[in-house]
C-alpha cells in the first residue's frame, strides 16, 4: 500500500525536473523540500523507487553546483536540502550500490565546501559506512585521511583566530539615521577550517574502527593548543598564586572559541572513550602509552577553559573524566585534587552547571577520591572531609548525592585514623560523629514533618465530636502545614532543594 507520502508525487516527473538544467531554481528547491519532509516516512517500496530514481538527481544535483559560503543564497539552500533528504534517508538495501558514490562525494565535500554542508556529509559518511561496511572498506582510509588533514591545519586556524591583534573585532559605527542600511550576509567558513565540523568529527570515527587508532597523535597534537589571550590570562593569575577558571574577557571572538573549546572537549572524550575499549589493537596501546602522560594535564586545563555558560560542553568533559578516573590513569589526578574540590572546576561558575551538573560532578570527584583515598595528604583528607560534609547536610543536593558523601566520609575517616596523629585524627572523629548527628536529628524531623501531613494521618475520628470541632480540624487540615513546603521550592528557579519535588519518598532516604 503507498504511503500518504508518495500517492501525491510522481517520483519519475521530479527526477526529471530535478535533472533538466532549464528547470528553475526555485522549482527544484520545492520539490526537493517536499521529498526531505516525506522520506523519512516513505514505504518500503516507495524508498526502493525512491533510491533508484531520485537518488542519482540528488547527486546529480550535488555535483553539478559549486559550493556556496553565505548561508542564505538559494544555491546553498538547495544543495543543504538536498543533504539533509539524503541524510534523512531510511537505510535500504538498494543504496549498497550507490554507497562507494555516495561515500567519496561526502568526503569530498568535506573537503571543499562550506561548514554546514560538511557537518552533514561526515553524517552521511557514518551512516552510509554502518549500513554498508562491507564495501566501504577504501571509504574509511579516505574519512580517516581527512579528518587526519583537517587535525594538521589547526594550529594555523588557531593562531589567526586567537591572536591579541584578531581577539578584538575592529570598532564600527552604528548606521545613521536615513542611511537604509541593510544586513550583511552571513558568510560560513569552509569545512576544513572550521571547529564546528572537527567536533564532529572524533565521535564520527568511532565506527572506522580500528583505523580510527591513526587519529590519537593529531588528537593530542590539538589538544596542546591553546587561545593566545586565555594561554596570558591563565599565566599571569598563575603569577598570583590563583586559578584562572572560564574564558578570559580579552577574547571578543566568543563564538569562535566555544566552537574551538568543543572541538578540544570533544576529541578528549574521543581519547577517554578509545582508551576502555575491549581489546585494543597493539597499534592503539602504543599510541596511548605514548601520550597517556598529558591526559589528566589536557582534562584539567579544559575544564578551566570551558566558559561559565557551557553547560553541555562542561558534562561532557566531566564524562571524559570519569572515564579516565575508571582507568590506571587515575593516580595522575591526585596532584590536580586540591583544584578539582573547587566547584568552579568541575560545575561553573554559569546558573544552567549549578543545576544540572552537581549531581554528575560531585559523583565523579567521589570515585576518585574514593581511589586515591591512600595516596592523599592530610591536608587533602580534611578539605575532602569538610567538603563531603558540606554536601552531607545541604538540602538542594539530590538524596543519592547525600548518601553517597556519607559513605566517602566513612571511608576518609578510616585514612584519618592511620595518617594523622592521634590528637587531630581524635578531633576529626568526633565532628564526623557530631555531623552524623545533626543529619540523624534532620532525617528525624523530616520524618515527623511527613508523618503530620494530613493525607498522612491516620489517627481515627472521635466519636461524638461536635460540628464545631469538626470544622475547626477541617480549617486545621486545609492550612499549609510545615512540611508542605514542595509547592513553595516549586516556585524557587535556582538551588531549589530536590528532596521535595522529586518524591516524598526521598526526604526519608
Known amino acids: 500500500m503507498a504511503s500518504s507520502a508518495t500517492s501525491v508525487r510522481d517520483f519519475y516527473q521530479d527526477a526529471s525536473k530535478l535533472k533538466d538544467p532549464s528547470t528553475d531554481q526555485g522549482t527544484k528547491l520545492q520539490i526537493v523540500a517536499a521529498l526531505r519532509e516525506g522520506v523519512d516516512s516513505y514505504s518500503v517500496s516507495d524508498i526502493t523507487l525512491f533510491v533508484s530514481t531520485l537518488l542519482p538527481a540528488l547527486i546529480h544535483i550535488i ?56 557537518i552533514l556529509a561526515i553524517k552521511i559518511s557514518v551512516d552510509m559506512y554502518r549500513a554498508h561496511k562491507i564495501v566501504l572498506d577504501a571509504g574509511a582510509q579516505m574519512f580517516i585521511d581527512t579528518i587526519h588533514e583537517m587535525y594538521k591545519g589547526m594550529a594555523e586556524i588557531v593562531q589567526e583566530s586567537f591572536t591579541l591583534q584578531n581577539s578584538t573585532p575592529p570598532p564600527t559605527s552604528p548606521p545613521k539615521a536615513g542611511d537604509n542600511a541593510q544586513a550583511q550576509p552571513q558568510q560560513l567558513a569552509q569545512g576544513m577550517r572550521s571547529f564546528r565540523v ?26 596542546r593548543l591553546e587561545a593566545e589571550p586565555q594561554r596570558l590570562a591563565r599565566e599571569d593569575a598563575g ?11 580579552n577574547i571578543k571572538n566568543k563564538l569562535a572559541y566555544l566552537h574551538f573549546v568543543t572541538a ?41 577553559d570551558i566558559p561559565s555558560d557551557a553547560a553541555g560542553v562542561r558534562k561532557e568533559m566531566i564524562v571524559a573524566v570519569r572515564h579516565i578516573v575508571s582507568s590506571d590513569l587515575r593516580q595522575q589526578f591526585t596532584p590536580f585534587l586540591d583544584r578539582l574540590m573547587d566547584d568552579r572546576l568541575l560545575v561553573g561558575a554559569g546558573v544552567v552547571g549549578q543545576e544540572s551538573l552537581r549531581a554528575l560532578a560531585y559523583s565523579t570527584l567521589a570515585d576518585l577520591v574514593h581511589h586515591l583515598r591512600n595516596e592523599m595528604t ?14 552531607l547536610h545541604d538540602p538542594t543536593i539530590n538524596p543519592a548525592i547525600q548518601n553517597m558523601s556519607a559513605k566517602i566520609l566513612v571511608a576518609l575517616q578510616e585514612c584519618v585514623c ?7 585524627s581524635g578531633q576529626i572523629v568526633s565532628d564526623l560523629l557530631e555531623s552524623y548527628i545533626m543529619k540523624l536529628k534532620s532525617l528525624y524531623q523530616n520524618i515527623r514533618d511527613l508523618m503530620d501531613m494530613p493525607e498522612n494521618r491516620k489517627d481515627p475520628p472521635k466519636e461524638g465530636a461536635t460540628a464545631d470541632a469538626e470544622g475547626e480540624a477541617e480549617e486545621k487540615a486545609a492550612a499549609p502545614s510545615r512540611a508542605d513546603i514542595a509547592s513553595i521550592e516549586k516556585m524557587k528557579p535556582i538551588q531549589r532543594p530536590i528532596h521535595v519535588v522529586e518524591s516524598t519518598d526521598d526526604m526519608v532516604r
Open 378 to 391: 592530610t591536608t587533602q583528607l580534611f578539605r575532602a572531609i569538610h567538603r563531603y560534609s558540606c554536601h
Open 239 to 249: 603569577t598570583r598564586g590563583e586559578n584562572h577558571i572560564g574564558m578570559t574577557p
Open 418 to 424: 592511620t595518617k594523622c596523629p592521634q590528637s587531630e
Open 198 to 223: 572537527l567536533a564532529e568529527c572524533p565521535i564520527a570515527t568511532i565506527v572506522f574502527s580500528p583505523a580510527n587508532h591513526q587519529l590519537i597523535t593529531p588528537a593530542v597534537d590539538f589538544l
Open 264 to 304: 578540544q572537549v570533544k576529541s578528549m572524550s574521543f581519547l577517554a572513550y578509545i582508551m576502555r575499549i575491549p581489546g585494543p589493537v597493539q597499534a592503539t596501546l602504543e599510541a596511548i602509552r605514548q601520550h597517556q602522560d598529558t591526559f589528566v594535564t589536557f582534562c584539567i586545563r579544559l575544564l578551566e
Open 63 to 118: 555535483k553539478t553546483t559549486s559550493p556556496v559560503f553565505v548561508r542564505d543564497a538559494p544555491e546553498q539552500v538547495l544543495r543543504h536540502h538536498v543533504l539533509e533528504t539524503i541524510h534523512r534517508m531510511p537505510p535500504h538495501e538498494h543504496t549498497r550500490q550507490h554507497a562507494p558514490e555516495i561515500m567519496a562525494l561526502m568526503i569530498q565535500l568535506m573537503r571543499v565546501d562550506n561548514e554546514e554542508n560538511a
